[in-house]
């Protein structure tokens, strides 16, 4: 089975620090994504990676930044939290082989609350 | 319009009875769809995708509709534990991105 880890299921941070979001999946896929969800709004693409020290922006990439160093790993940085980013964030990862349709596994998900 | 429309719901059903829900798209390019189910606090974990001519994975059947631009899930004989949030998701050709429903939530009674 795919496993994907996030670094934390819950986390308090305060308006104006730094915040990093851990993903971690080994699987070796190739493609990695970080969404934020949402009560009505369903999973927002922040920002994707389809292979290590690559990234693309998703359709909320303000305020945020990704780090892909390793293809197993996966970071969120919040640079200055705001109280508007206080959401569910979920991580996921897809392999590209046998084509380029393949299912997203996610991570359990970091409850993030900025006070 | 949304990319992705589902009926949020909730659909109250009675145990053993048989539930259907759409989704619609708005790209009429979009290649691949799949239903994901997400339960309360969790992880969306996919349920099963959505061919062409039609699927079945035991009790539930997925269908899709190129021509009205719509997808669906049926669920036959349902049980408790099928209460959940049903999520649709497509995906536009050659790109890496999904596009997400908001989900439909079902709620099934005993």
């Known amino acids: 089975d795919v496993k994907v880890t996030q670094s934390s299921r819950y986390l308090v941070k305060r308006t104006g620090e730094k915040v990093f979001l851990e993903c971690v999946q080994d699987?070796?896929?190739?493609?990695m994504f970080w969404y934020r969800q949402d009560p009505g709004l369903g999973l927002r693409l922040i920002y994707f990676?389809?292979?290590?020290?690559?990234?693309e922006k998703g359709d909320i990439p303000e305020g945020y930044s990704v780090s892909r160093e390793k293809k197993e790993r996966f970071s969120l940085i919040l640079e200055s939290a705001s109280t508007n980013q206080t959401s569910m964030y979920l991580c996921?990862?897809?392999?590209?082989?046998?084509?380029?349709?393949?299912?997203?596994?996610f991570g359990d998900g970091t409850r993030l609350s900025i006070l | 319009r949304k990319e992705v429309e589902q009926d949020p719901g909730p659909f109250n059903v009675p145990e053993g009875a048989t539930v259907a829900f759409n989704c619609t798209y708005s790209?009429?390019?979009?290649?691949?769809f799949f239903w994901y189910r997400q339960d309360c606090r969790k992880e969306p974990k996919l349920l099963m995708s959505?061919?062409?001519?039609?699927n079945e994975d035991g009790r539930f059947t997925a269908q899709l509709n190129r021509a009205s631009q719509y997808i669906s899930l049926l669920i036959r004989d349902s049980k408790l534990s099928d209460s959940a949030t049903y999520l649709c998701?497509?995906?536009?050709?050659?790109?890496?991105?999904?596009?997400w429903g908001a989900g439909t939530k079902l709620i099934i009674k005993p």
């Open positions: 996921a990862s897809s392999s590209i082989r046998q084509g380029n349709h393949q299912p997203q596994h």
């Open positions: 699987m070796d896929h190739e493609n």
């Open positions: 990676s389809y292979d290590v020290k690559m990234k």
């Open positions: 790209n009429s390019a979009s290649q691949s």
């Open positions: 959505v061919y062409s001519s039609g």
């Open positions: 998701v497509v995906k536009p050709d050659s790109n890496y991105q999904l596009i």
